[in-house]
């Protein structure tokens, strides 16, 4: 069975840190690239931050870099989306999806999402 499973949202004030993880099981991890997108209420789906299948490399959209860092240990199946000051638009549900190969980005179709987490920054 596949799954990946985002967990770590919460509720945090402006300028503070959250954590986010996304727990991958049922494929071949280290053969695929992550990314982190996020919708808010009333907007698109945006991706925020994307890591590669096999050397790491990591891209990030305008709006996230410098505040958010992405990772992935392969030993342990997982993703994380580290956050840091945060603002009230990155209120959103934030998504781990799952693609085949090294691409990195949000412009792909991706093989596998997950459920989603609730990130709620208050003012």
């Known amino acids: 069975e596949v799954q990946l499973q985002a967990s770590g949202g919460g509720l945090v004030q402006a300028g503070g840190s959250l954590r986010l993880s996304c727990a991958a099981s049922?494929?071949?991890?280290?053969?695929?690239?992550f990314t982190w997108f996020r919708q808010a209420p009333g907007k698109e789906r945006e991706g925020v931050a994307s890591?590669?299948?096999?050397?790491?490399?990591?891209v990030y959209s305008t709006s996230v870099k410098g505040r958010f860092t992405i990772s992935r240990d392969n030993a342990k199946n997982t993703v994380d989306l580290r956050m840091t000051g945060l603002k009230p638009e990155d209120t959103a549900v934030y998504y781990c999806a799952a693609m085949r190969g090294y691409g990195l980005g949000w412009g792909f179709t991706f093989d596998y999402w997950g459920q989603g987490t609730q990130v709620t920054v208050s003012s």
């Open positions: 890591i590669s299948a096999s050397d790491g490399m990591t």
């Open positions: 049922g494929f071949t991890f280290a053969d695929y690239a």
